[in-house]
């Protein structure tokens, strides 16, 4: 997954390159050591590294790992409990999560189970023989190396001599593959409840369901405690083997040593048809998941893992403890807590409904008035740490909105030597509680003046500092922790949160090209481009630290960069309007270019893919104005996927955080979900915009808020949906 704005950029000497995945408790990162070696930094939430009880559990859990070592585990490298916000890094294990690995190619079967089997009974022996129970047991704490499974996420496991953070009438762990003895009395559970968990998830790896599964966490509890495990799928004589691991009795489940001979004999070595080895890979396309997979392609060198589309959960985690009176589910494929699969939703969420042209609580409480003429123009916003950020056209002043709530916190004033007409500000972006807008008034012929960037403080709307540019007509942009503020040719580097000046430099483009700056990997890269015939564009690497620059040339013609494919700057060359629909774009091929040393690959796009492009999860997808979305791969060109929607006019699309699928909405306020490896439509919600405007030149955006998705609609309506359920009715603000 991309990096956010406001990750870190580096934990105790490792280099943070990408995000694996988030859970409840903190995020993993895929890191880089001085020496290159690729590790799992696990970092606690802000939100509970203040809290001494949790500091306490992630001690243990470094602890337990640090005591655990074997072929089956992923070993702890360095961590520092004390930190601001505690962290950890473990050995990077690169393979896809059992519970992706089982939802996307179905259940295991011959050598494939055998190996995980096999392994993971081993795996649970050293686990032992260190005096941890793991507590914690399920698919998507297993990850399908290619040189057999690892066991991960020792959170809530615990020494077999210390039951001193177990808590009275706290059952831990994930209800699908929890012991009896976790609902009865967590205090009790020792290394028999890793074999209870190890035969739920053998029946889960063996068939697809657990042997405990219904739709209410309650009524798992129940029968887990008190009926026998659904186990009739699995053949004989793994059968007989699985439901002993599973005996509500500790003292009839089989000790690990006894277990293994057993499991060798149910599972033969080579099964009838079986190839003679089995490497455990992860799927070939994209598709839905937190683990996520990695698209088949040519084996290249990763010149900038910080780009790599999949990576895959190393680590990640979550301390999920839960009472019977309110459950916290971990899905088996690593959903959300209502069971279906999606990212949890942030706590106190409830749909919800306003406009970027509401009532205020603090600040411009009521806007300037265009709101009784506002004619669509474009709007500028950005989500960060659960709250939305608008400015715009038609003087829409910058404000604030809770992404929990929808209440309007504050709207920003204009800067007084704006005057009041024709007034127009734009979100540049949010930097260590710092959100950076430009401000920008019309004169007399319509035209803008001199834009200024202007520092509010996020959380109040409070003004810090100014800086005014010299140039009309410009963009200045936010990568990294720099504020990149163009004039011409020239560009200024400043500190985006102090506003100081870094440094000036003069890109070798000549005045004729206009640049523009986009983040890669949090390097500037300023795309400048001459209109003139043919059209021609150049690529600059911008050395953050003191601006020198490097080029990257760019085929000429029209092209449109999308993003980056490992390591590779992506562009979409553009085809000729048709006179039936000249305000649609169709594109032609996708340039991969290697900005080191400029090499050119070239891939056809069949079909002439059309309207709104983006890169999402290593995939490009279109919107096209008719409802059309399709999928194709960077890598081939080929078509992965084309489906019809009721959108009319839909907005560049979005995928969700876990990779499992993408969204698109509508002026309207439609939002449709299709999964991102097949393209098949998930569902579609009714529309919420209060007034459909803005058609041809100003379209709705969704954005994410961990699991919930915020959408702006061009009339300046806002609203969530929740993903799992987006037939939930909105409370309007």
């Not at 680590?315 to 403890?321: K, Q, T």
């Not at 839960?322 to 409830?350: I, K, N, Y």
């Amino acid at each position: 997954m991309p990096l956010h704005k406001d990750d870190p950029k580096a934990l105790g000497g490792y280099r943070i390159v990408d995000r694996i995945g988030s859970g409840g408790m903190g995020v993993v990162y895929l890191a880089r050591s001085r020496s290159g070696r690729e590790v799992a930094v696990k970092v606690v939430h802000a939100q509970y590294a203040q809290d001494k009880v949790f500091r306490a559990r992630f001690r243990q859990e470094i602890e337990a790992v640090r005591r655990v070592s074997g072929a089956f585990t992923a070993p702890v490298l360095d961590a520092d409990p004390e930190a601001v916000r505690p962290w950890m890094a473990t050995q990077y294990v690169p393979g896809a999560a059992l519970s992706a690995r089982i939802r996307d190619a179905g259940p295991l079967k011959g050598t494939e189970l055998r190996r995980l089997t096999l392994g993971l009974v081993e795996a649970l022996r050293d686990i032992h023989r260190a005096g941890v129970v793991h507590r914690d047991l399920k698919p998507s704490n297993v990850l399908m190396a290619e040189d057999g499974p690892r066991v991960i996420d020792f959170g809530i496991s615990r020494a077999t001599e210390n039951q001193t953070l177990t808590e009275t009438g706290h059952a831990i762990g994930t209800p699908p593959f929890m012991s009896p003895e976790q609902f009865n009395d967590a205090r009790s559970v020792g290394p028999a409840s890793d074999v209870f968990s190890l035969g739920a998830l053998l029946v889960f790896a063996a068939t697809g369901r657990g042997p405990f599964d219904t739709d209410s966490p309650y009524l798992t509890a129940w029968r887990v405690l008190h009926e026998e495990p659904a186990v009739g799928a699995v053949a004989e004589p793994l059968r007989s083997v699985l439901s002993r691991c599973l005996a509500k009795d500790t003292a009839d489940r089989p000790g690990l040593d006894e277990l293994a001979e057993d499991l060798a004999r149910a599972l033969p070595e080579h099964a009838a048809g079986d190839p003679e080895t089995v490497t455990l890979r992860k799927p070939p396309r994209p598709v839905a998941g937190e683990e996520g997979g990695e698209p088949a392609a040519p084996s290249r060198p990763n010149r900038r893992s910080r780009l790599r589309r999949w990576p895959v959960l190393a680590g990640v985690a979550g301390l999920l403890a839960v009472t019977l009176t309110g459950f916290l589910l971990s899905a088996p494929f690593g959903g959300a807590s209502d069971g279906t699969g999606w990212a949890p939703l942030p706590d106190g969420w409830e749909p919800w409904r306003t406009s970027v042209f509401g009532t205020a609580a603090s600040g411009v409480t009521q806007p300037p008035g265009r709101e009784a003429t506002y004619s669509g123009a474009p709007f500028s916003c950005e989500m960060n740490k659960g709250a939305l950020y608008c400015g715009g056209g038609d003087g829409v002043l910058p404000v604030r909105i809770d992404g929990t709530t929808g209440r309007l916190d504050w709207r920003a004033d204009r800067l007084p030597s704006l005057g009041e007409k024709g007034y127009g500000s734009s979100v540049l972006g949010v930097r260590d509680g710092v959100l950076l807008v430009t401000q920008s008034a019309l004169n007399s012929a319509g035209d803008d003046t001199t834009p200024s960037v202007v520092a509010l403080d996020s959380v109040t709307g409070k003004r810090l500092w100014v800086h005014p540019m010299s140039t009309t007509g410009v963009t200045a942009a936010l990568v990294g922790d720099l504020l990149l503020t163009p004039d011409a040719n020239r560009v200024t580097a400043l500190d985006a949160v102090t506003g100081s000046h870094g440094w000036t430099v003069t890109l070798p483009a000549g005045p004729s090209y206009g640049c523009q700056f986009y983040d890669v990997d949090s390097v500037p890269y300023a795309g400048c481009t001459d209109a003139g015939k043919p059209t021609r564009t150049v690529f600059y690497a911008v050395d953050p630290a003191d601006g020198s620059t490097r080029k990257v040339s760019v085929p000429d013609g029209d092209s449109v960069y999308v993003g980056a494919v490992d390591g590779d700057l992506a562009f979409l060359t553009q085809v000729v309007p048709e006179a039936r629909n000249p305000q649609e774009s169709a594109y032609g091929e996708v340039l991969l270019i290697d900005p080191d040393t400029g090499t050119v690959r070239r891939n056809t796009l069949p079909g002439g893919p059309r309207g709104m492009p983006a890169l999402v999860g290593g995939v490009l997808c279109f919107a096209s104005s008719r409802g059309e979305l399709a999928a194709h791969s960077p890598e081939t060109g080929e078509q992965l996927w084309r489906t019809s929607t009721t959108l009319q006019q839909p907005g560049t699309p979005v995928a969700d955080g876990q990779g499992r699928a993408v969204f698109a909405a509508s002026a309207s306020g439609r939002v449709a979900a299709l999964d991102l490896g097949t393209g098949s439509l998930m569902w579609e919600s009714a529309a919420r915009a209060e007034q459909v405007v803005g058609f041809g030149y100003s379209t709705a955006r969704v954005f994410l808020d961990e699991g919930a998705l915020v959408v702006l609609t061009p009339d300046g309506t806002v609203f969530t949906l929740d993903p799992g359920h987006p037939d939930r009715k909105p409370r309007s603000g």
